[in-house]
């Protein structure tokens, strides 16, 4: 994959471009006759410039080709991907929270504003077990199993899961609708550089992933996600019913709870793309770790979360920070300044909100 890397332009606009000119090049070859075809345009394909130009518009197809299969993942997001900053949309004490301890939150999925995400994932993984259900080709031991699974997944809820944290944060820098959810009242979204945080996780058992909008590529990820973890399972021909404490079934339920926790918090509801989110996501945790869980009160309610380490000069140099719609822009661009320069030493990048909204 590096090699091929190498022939993509270094920016997504560019490769779109070069994907189009190529699509309107094709057209316009095929539609000359056979002997302009063979006399002028094959000896010119020769040229080693334009057969690099072929080679790169090949591979950029086959690229959206694996993107319609694996969606956003990995390296293949990467290489059509022009993301340089994740913005995370704050409240001012959240704002001096983030640069005095040089942390973010990241909160238990079952307490988040909004947990409908995370119950899509495991709906859209029971729809799935039941269409396998009505397969007629089954037998009991088969049918037994798919019934075993939907039981346990039907009641996953806080006191009943594995435990995964989440922070949100977004392409956007200055929208208007996140200034309205989430700065009630005056806020900020803090910058950083998408592959300084990408490079940060890998230390800390998180991972950052793009949020998913559409149906279909959900269910996709989802439903492979159900096939990888119990296909073998579901068909071998180990004893069914299994012994009480016995059998495979005792491991299979929690790695396709581990699965569906890892990916469900992927998933958002199409209303909000515009959000343009990514998350920092843990890895699942099986095991209590002492001092790893945190506690804040918010609305009356204990609420879990762990802390993602964001101490890192590199990460800090680079720190853009926009200021939300307020009645006083200039005096809160100053202190904001202040704030950057005596926690950490550097004020890259500060500006004031381009939304004419106003609450006050």
């Keep these: 994959m590096t090699a ?53 518009i090949k591979i950029l197809k086959f690229i959206k080709l694996l993107q319609k299969k694996y969606y956003n993942t990995g390296v293949i997001t990467m290489a059509l991907n022009d ?30 504003n909004d947990s409908e995400e995370f119950a899509l994932g495991i709906q859209i993984a029971r729809n799935y077990l039941k269409s396998k259900l ?24 806080p006191s009943r899961k594995t435990d995964v944290y989440v922070s949100s944060l977004s392409e956007e820098d200055d929208q208007l609708s996140q200034w309205r959810a989430y700065c009630s009242g005056g806020g900020f979204a803090i910058g950083f550089k998408y592959g300084k945080i990408k490079e940060l996780t890998l230390a800390q058992q998180f991972v950052l992933e793009q949020c998913i909008y559409e149906r279909d590529e959900q269910e996709a990820l989802i439903n492979e996600a159900v096939d990888s973890t119990i296909e073998t399972w579901l068909n071998s021909d180990f004893p069914w019913p299994e012994k009480e404490g016995e059998g495979p079934r005792f491991e299979i339920h929690p790695k396709l709870v581990g699965a569906l926790s890892r990916l469900s918090p ?19 945790s099986y095991s209590f770790v002492e001092g790893q869980v945190k506690f804040r009160n918010q609305r ?25 719609p307020t009645p006083h822009p200039e005096e809160s661009k100053a202190s904001v300044y202040q704030l950057l320069r005596g926690k950490t030493g550097y004020a890259h990048s500060i500006a004031l909100t381009k939304c004419s909204f106003r609450e006050w």
């Design 4 to 56: 091929v890397l190498m022939f993509l332009p270094p920016r997504r606009q560019d490769a779109e471009k070069l994907y189009v000119l190529g699509g309107m090049l094709n057209n316009i070859i095929f539609s000359l006759s056979k002997d302009i075809q063979n006399s002028i345009i094959q000896p010119l394909f020769t040229n080693p410039a334009i057969r690099n130009v072929l080679v790169c």
């Design 83 to 112: 993301i340089d900053y994740l913005y995370h949309y704050t409240t001012p004490a959240g704002l001096i929270g983030i640069v005095e301890n040089r942390i973010l939150w990241a909160t238990d999925v079952f307490y988040l």
């Design 134 to 157: 009505e397969d007629r080709t089954n037998n009991e031991s088969k049918i037994g199993r798919l019934e075993w699974l939907l039981g346990q997944l039907k009641n996953i809820g």
């Design 266 to 284: 992927r998933l958002k509801n199409k209303g909000f793309v515009e959000e343009k989110e990514y998350r920092l996501i843990s890895k699942p």
């Design 300 to 324: 009356g309610l204990v609420v879990p979360y762990r802390q993602f380490d964001i101490d890192d000069d590199d990460l800090w140099r680079k720190v853009r920070v926009v200021v939300g």
